[in-house]
């Protein structure tokens, strides 16, 4: 049953588009707004184009949220499925390693900027601006580097936020499942709050005239 939710999520990573905006939505009651863990599978399965328990079977595979997410990029641009990321993975392969063994193309793990991005990402950006150049400069990115890289795509294209407000907001040190809930939070909590209010709030009455 796994290795069918698995091979799911590669094809509906493949039929979707390569590139999302905006794509943030209010999941109602279905998800609490203080359960980060819920709310972070939730919102990389709506990310991903995948089917939620596709992703919490994933999820299994990782401690670290930052991981999870690489390994669900990985997979969906590489057309591989999780188990076999899974497999690269635990055989010690970094994940730029892994990128390079499925034939990944560098310009996958940036975002287009309109300045120098400063650390942590300029020396990867430098990197990948030096191999535009000239593809025999060598670039290598540690894992540090692809989870940053990943989580500023995810964070600029899932909330429309620009890369600069992606990049200040990874600043913080914070892993993506944090990110992801405290946004969520600040725009859909206030109307989660209203929604209460509003239902205990008897219905006004018209004017009779």
Known sequence: MKRVFLALFVVAGLAAPTAWAGLDIDFGATIRIGDSDDLFLSVSARYFDADRRSIDRVALYYRNPDDLTVALFVARRS???ADHIHGLRTSGLSWFDISLRLGMPMDVWFVPVKRDPGPPYGKAYGHWKNHKRDKRHAVALTDGDVRNLVA????????????DVAMEWRSSGHDLRVLVS???GKRHGHQRADK???KGKPAKRGHKN
Not at 152 to 163: I, P
């Open 79 to 81: 057309g591989r499925s």
């Open 152 to 163: 500023v795509r995810m964070l600029h294209e899932y909330y429309g936020v620009s890369v």
């Open 182 to 184: 405290n946004e969520y």
């Open 196 to 198: 209460v209010k509003s």
